[in-house]
């Protein structure tokens, strides 16, 4: 099972993405799923999850007012919408999915997602 990301490129700061990311092959069942990114030189940071029953939704402050993650459960697919894109969004953006419901571990936490996407890279020029 894989998570499969898209939606990455480049884009002028101020500017929109929308990433998406669908598990490939067999189908699981998922609690949370998540997006965190990585930029250059830095460690990988938590960017925004949302639980798949409930739909609640958490972001970073860095992004908070600017993008929306949500979820398509007929299509088991989470989607990011990026708006207003800074210079600092530069990253590679992974989509992460928690199917055990460790709910001891922080949603913010990557050590909470068992399955990862392989990334999509969104550059934002300034």
């Known amino acids: 099972v894989q998570l499969q990301a898209s939606g990455g490129g480049l884009v002028q700061a101020g500017g929109s993405l929308r990433l998406s990311c669908a598990p490939s092959?067999?189908?699981?069942?998922?609690?949370?799923m998540a997006w965190f990114r990585q930029a250059p030189g830095k460690e990988r940071e938590f960017v925004s999850a949302?639980?798949?029953?409930?739909?609640?939704?958490l972001y970073a402050d860095s992004v908070k007012g600017r993008f929306t993650i949500s979820r398509d459960n007929a299509k088991n697919t989470v989607y990011l919408q990026m708006n207003s894109l800074k210079a600092e969004d530069t990253a590679v953006y992974y989509c992460?999915?928690?199917?055990?419901?460790?709910?001891?571990?922080?949603?913010?936490?990557?050590?909470?997602?068992?399955?990862w996407g392989q990334g999509t890279l969104v550059t934002v020029s300034s």
């Open positions: 092959g067999r189908t699981f069942s998922t609690n949370v």
């Open positions: 949302i639980t798949w029953s409930g739909g609640n939704t």
């Open positions: 992460a999915a928690d199917s055990k419901g460790k709910i001891l571990i922080m949603i913010m936490s990557a050590r909470r997602y068992d399955y």
